[in-house]
């Protein structure tokens, strides 16, 4: 038995070996999965069978037995299915494919890869023979696969030379450069042909100044430097028209060599789709169900890094069609469907972007148990979904910990998987969406940029200085009252109390004018709305990744304009992070000629689901001198005043679990608590909620739209300092 290749040469051949394996396994799982569903083909018997040779000659060339000794197994198995294709049962495919994935582990490990389980134990000993006659007994449906690709097996591949990731890396940084100093190219021609014009017009004055008595005396030389502007005019206008040439032809170079680098690290989606027609087989079986699978669009091309993080989103959701939407056999044929229910996977290009979609023909989306199961698990109280239509309903099911199943399985149950494909495709700059029509099907479509190297941004001013924000999170940008941006912390948008700051006060950069302009910003549901002076334009730029000592938390990297000037890329995380921070040292000076810096005047709680308003309270707190913090809901606030002391509670209304009402209620019921000041927070201002607070026991009721920090810190200290008013003495009921 020939061993493994040793040598200088052997880490070349493996290399090789391994690439080649890769492509045949990965064509054999294919070819398998259409065997299954044309069971009596001999042409894919064939296919299958030379595959099979072909990976058992490589492997046993370069030494590697155990590889070779399971491919010859396969291969004896369809010498025996030529003759007799009834042996390809249900069981014999099951240990086809498993045999394929043995293999396909061992081969990653000699990739240097970390193997996911014993590969060589599993290659030397199947955990099966192949049978040897047809079984009888009811197998399972196979499923269905069309694609719009062409089929590993039948593509003609073209002359190729294999080259480093990380060399492409390195050239991918180099071309957006020639695009930066092509831009740089057309600011000089620009000024090339202004200096042309002052010399014409100089040339032309002193021309009219030899016409003029007061230079009659000096005729020749005045002449002589006519003469003199003349010729350099002439040839200025050559230089630019040579300069002007030089430039189109360096433009159409450096966009073409632009466009080729770009195409070179970027893959097609089928590179993810692939992976599916087995994914789908296993999950339709293990849920029971048959499923028909089509894709469209496999040879869209992305960006690497696009490809390596949607494959996750796409598993998540082609998982929850199956499991959650596709109905079993039975119910489909009852409600007039055929048996099998259908699955389309497609991706479309849309000019710079790709739509990637995934559309079942199951049950469809119910707004009614949607809005049930997300007020049982607490992600939305009643009160808060009580006007919401069917599309922001359908919207929960990205919530963090949202699901229907009452029960968790293996596939679901657990509330994470579609609050993932949120949070990537918003990492990636791109929008998810989902349709939905009960008893017809759902689509749920991610919208997503084709490159991350070239970045949509606004650019704005701020202080005199340009700031580039990437336009993917902005809703839309808004003008405001002068003095509603100089004095509120809080605006209403778009029917919401939200969040307002100066991104020029978040930044810290110098300068005290306030514009009326403001970004309506949206991260993973909580908006925020940032005053800017002004908004210059929006452009596609060459993003610019920072590194080392110019990195900047709150930057996401820079782009350089035509005209060289290097402009900022705001993180927009970052600025959601930082945003209570500047609240907080603008409430110091309100309070520090109140409150000794010494002194803690007291310890206030403030409870509030949405994370970017929580921060906001407990900023103006902590900077007017009060210890603060916070609870994200009624529940985690009722454990947290009975652990330690507290001199104030301040509540928002509407929040999962309990809401503001049900704990005022709870804490004046608790004779530990009752006699504790309570302030309501909360974007309610009718006088119903208004009179229904102070029902319940509210000492104040402050709405958000029309908030106030100083009114507010006000209240803060008169409670702290007074306590209740005396007929609030003893528990309420």
Not at 13 to 35: M, N, P, Y
Not at 461 to 474: F, Q, Y
């Amino acid at each position: 038995m020939i061993g493994p290749m040793s040598g200088p040469d052997a880490s070349a051949f493996t290399r090789q070996f391994v690439e080649e394996a890769r492509d045949r396994l990965r064509s054999l799982g294919d070819l398998v999965l259409k065997l299954e569903v044309q069971p009596d083909s001999p042409r894919l018997i064939a296919d299958i069978f030379r595959e099979a040779h072909s990976l058992k000659g490589s492997a046993g060339m370069l030494g590697f037995a155990d590889i070779s000794q399971v491919a010859h197994q396969l291969e004896d198995l369809f010498v025996a299915a030529k003759r007799d294709a009834r042996i390809l049962d249900a069981r014999a495919i099951d240990l086809v494919f498993r045999t394929i994935d043995v293999m396909t582990e061992r081969v990653a490990e000699l990739a240097g890869d970390p193997p996911t389980r014993s590969a060589v134990g599993g290659l030397e000993q199947p955990a099966a023979p192949f049978p040897e006659k047809p079984q009888s007994g009811t197998e399972p449906a196979p499923v269905a696969v069309t694609s719009a690709n062409t089929a590993p097996s039948q593509r003609t591949a073209p002359a190729s030379l294999r080259v480093s990731a990380e060399k492409l890396e390195d050239l991918a940084h180099l071309a957006p450069e020639l695009v930066i100093h092509r831009l740089t190219a057309v600011e000089r021609h620009a000024e090339l042909r202004r200096l042309e014009s002052v010399l014409g017009r100089l040339r032309d004055r002193i021309r009219e100044a030899r016409l003029t008595s007061a230079t009659r005396s000096r005729p020749a030389e005045l002449a002589e430097y006519a003469d003199s502007l003349d010729t350099i005019h002439r040839r200025m206008r050559q230089l630019v028209r040579q300069v002007g040439d030089d430039h189109a032809r360096l433009s159409l170079i450096a966009e073409a060599l632009h466009q080729q680098v770009t195409e070179l690290t970027m893959r097609p989606v089928a590179t993810v789709f692939d992976s599916f027609p087995r994914a789908v087989r296993d999950l339709a079986r293990n849920c029971g169900k048959e499923v028909e699978l089509t894709m469209t669009g496999g040879n869209t091309a992305l960006d690497k890094r696009v490809i390596e993080q949607i494959a996750e989103p796409l598993v998540h959701l082609v998982r929850n069609a199956i499991d959650h939407g596709l109905e079993p056999s039975p119910e489909r044929v009852a409600a007039g469907k055929p048996p099998a229910g259908s699955l389309h996977i497609a991706a479309e290009q849309h000019g710079n972007r790709i739509r990637l979609s995934v559309r079942d023909d199951g049950r469809g989306i119910d707004s009614a148990a949607v809005r049930a199961a997300a007020i049982r698990r607490g992600v939305v109280t009643e009160q808060q979904v009580e006007d919401w239509d069917h599309a922001r309903l359908r919207s929960l099911i990205f919530e963090p910990g949202f699901s229907t199943r009452t029960e968790t399985t293996d596939l679901s149950g657990r509330g994470v998987g579609m609050d993932i494909v949120r949070v990537v495709a918003e990492r990636l700059g791109g929008s998810v969406t989902v349709q939905s029509e009960v008893g017809a099907g759902t689509t749920v479509v991610l919208d997503l940029p084709m490159s991350l190297a070239l970045l949509r941004v606004v650019l704005v001013e701020v202080h005199g200085e340009l700031l580039a924000v990437p336009t993917a999170p902005i809703r839309r940008i808004v003008h405001l009252a002068r003095r509603v941006a100089a004095t509120q912390t809080f605006v209403e948008l778009d029917g919401e109390q939200v969040p307002l700051m100066s991104l020029g006060t978040l930044l810290r950069m110098p300068g005290t004018s306030i514009g009326d302009t403001a970004l309506l910003i949206d991260v993973g549901g909580n908006p925020a709305a940032f005053i800017i002076d002004s908004v210059r334009e929006e452009q596609e730029l060459v993003f610019q990744e920072l590194r080392g000592p110019i990195q900047h938390w709150m930057l996401a990297g820079a782009a350089i304009l035509g005209n060289g000037e290097i402009v900022p890329i705001l993180d927009v995380q970052a600025l959601f992070d930082q945003l209570a921070v500047p609240i907080a040292e603008s409430a110091v000076s309100t309070a520090a000629s109140v409150v000794p810096s010494s002194e803690v005047p007291g310890r206030v709680l403030v409870v509030e689901d949405s994370l970017v308003t929580g921060e906001l309270l407990k900023g103006i707190l902590v900077g007017a001198g009060y210890e603060a913090s916070v609870a994200h809901d009624g529940r985690e606030a009722l454990e947290m005043l009975h652990r330690s002391r507290w001199d104030l509670v301040i509540t928002d209304v509407d929040m999962p679990e309990m809401d503001g009402f049900e704990l005022t209620r709870k804490i004046r019921a608790d004779t530990l608590l009752c006699r504790i000041p309570l302030i309501m927070v909360t974007s309610r201002d009718s006088a119903e909620y208004k009179q229904m607070g102070f029902a319940v026991g509210a000492d104040a009721y402050v709405t958000k739209g029309s908030f106030d920090q100083h009114q507010v810190l006000d209240a803060v200290r008169r409670l702290v300092r007074d306590g209740r008013p005396p007929a609030w003495d003893g528990a309420a009921t």
